[in-house]
């Protein structure tokens, strides 16, 4: 099992920066993908972005161009490096190990407590 806590996240203007972290214990060696996810009231958890340990990345249509994600293998943290935030960004994020399946990364660890990320107009 591998375990994350979240945190980086804030109160910031629309056009304005933030960068998360994701810091990951437990059985971390057996993970190959991890990504960063954020949850839209009413919705399921939405993938933002995500990376390989090979550094393979994938990005939502919504914030690419303006996330870049990260990681960190030797410490066994993640990043998110968030550009240009959109009031539409605010949102708690998470993130997860995962795995791709016909187009589609699917969370495979229990769910962090996240961080909160506020974008004001």
């Known amino acids: 099992q591998v375990r994350f806590v979240e945190s980086g996240g804030g109160l910031v203007q629309a056009g304005g920066s933030l960068r998360l972290s994701c810091a990951a214990s437990?059985?971390?060696?057996?993970?190959?993908?991890m990504g960063w996810y954020r949850q839209v009231p009413g919705k399921p958890r939405e993938l933002v972005a995500a990376?390989?340990?090979?550094?393979?990345?994938n990005y939502a249509d919504s914030v690419k161009g303006r996330f870049t994600i990260s990681g960190d293998n030797a410490k066994d943290i993640m990043y998110l490096q968030m550009n240009s935030l959109k009031p539409e960004d605010t949102d708690v994020y998470y993130c997860?190990?995962?795995?791709?399946?016909?187009?589609?990364?699917?969370?495979?660890?229990?769910w962090g407590p996240g961080t909160q990320v506020t974008v004001s107009s």
């Open positions: 990376i390989s340990r090979r550094g393979s990345t």
């Open positions: 437990g059985s971390t060696s057996r993970i190959n993908t």
């Open positions: 997860n190990t995962g795995e791709w399946y016909s187009g589609t990364y699917y969370p495979i660890d229990y």
